[in-house]
């Protein structure tokens, strides 16, 4: 089983930057992808970004492209997601989850897909006021 807790969301006024952390419970989380994802009120959650286990390898939704950066240290067991230039639109409650990746797979391997991850935070609200 693995836990995954993020923070680091808050409020915050558009092109203000926020820093989201996740700490992963385990001893094999360079064994994970990782992945963000978020939720707006009303409407389904979607994909934000993905690191593989490596670190070597990221992926980014369209919208966020340019503003966001995602993270990882191995030795911490923490991905980070580092958001800039925010608008009103990025609110969301923000997810951290884990895909617990094959070896076979490669150290470059990421998925953008909800579905292939196993294991997910609690959330972390991100608001951005206007």
């Known amino acids: 089983q693995v836990q995954l807790v993020e923070s680091g969301g808050g409020l915050v006024q558009a092109g203000g930057s926020l820093r989201l952390s996740c700490v992963a419970s385990?001893?094999?989380?360079?064994?994970?992808?990782m992945g963000w994802f978020r939720q707006a009120p009303g409407k389904e959650r979607e994909f934000v970004a993905t690191?593989?286990?490596?670190?070597?390898?990221?992926s980014y939704a369209d919208s966020v492209k340019g503003r966001f950066t995602i993270s990882r240290d191995n030795a911490k067991n923490t991905v980070y997601l580092q958001m800039n230039s925010l608008k009103p639109e990025d609110t969301a409650v923000y997810y951290c989850?884990?895909?617990?990746?094959?070896?076979?797979?490669?150290?470059?391997?990421?998925?953008?897909?909800?579905?292939?991850?196993?294991?997910w935070g609690q959330g972390t609200q991100v608001t951005v006021s206007s």
């Open positions: 690191v593989s286990r490596s670190g070597g390898s990221t």
């Open positions: 989850a884990a895909d617990i990746t094959p070896r076979y797979y490669g150290d470059n391997y990421y998925t953008t897909s909800s579905l292939k991850y196993d294991y």
């Open positions: 385990g001893r094999d989380f360079n064994s994970y992808t």
